[in-house]
C-alpha cells in the first residue's frame, strides 16, 4: 500500500512505501507524480520494503528522469540504489537518499 499525503501547494509529498513495491505500486507513484504540481518533492520511503521488483524500479526511474516533480529517496537498499544508477540516475546519491540503517 502506497500513503501519502498530497497537497494543494508544493509542500513535499510524503509516500511511505509498504512491504512489497511492484509494478502497480510504481503505477500509482506515476500517476501521483502527474497530479502535483511542477518542482514538487515527492519523498519515498522504502525503509519498510521487504520485497521490491526491479520492474517497478525501472518504472520509477523514468519518472525521476521524465518527470516534473523532484524525488528524494529514503531508506533503499544499497541494491536498489544501484539498480537505480544502472537505469539512469548515475548522479546517485545526489537526487536524495538516505541508506536504509539496519
Not at 20 to 28: C, G, H, L, N, V
Not at 31 to 59: H, K, M, N, W
Not at 60 to 88: E, S
Amino acid at each position: 500500500m502506497l500513503e501519502s499525503n498530497t497537497t494543494a501547494d508544493t509542500t513535499p509529498v510524503r509516500v511511505a512505501v509498504a512491504a512489497q513495491f511492484t509494478q502497480e505500486k510504481a503505477s500509482s507513484l506515476h500517476q501521483l507524480a502527474l497530479r502535483v504540481p511542477p518542482g514538487t518533492s515527492i519523498d519515498l520511503y522504502f525503509g519498510e520494503v521487504r520485497e521490491c521488483q526491479d520492474a517497478a524500479l525501472l518504472l520509477l526511474a523514468r519518472d525521476v528522469i521524465t518527470g516534473t516533480a523532484h524525488f528524494v529517496f529514503h531508506g533503499l537498499t544499497h541494491h536498489q540504489a544501484v539498480l537505480l544508477g544502472y537505469l539512469g540516475l548515475p548522479a546517485w546519491p545526489a537526487r536524495g537518499w538516505t541508506p536504509r540503517r539496519h
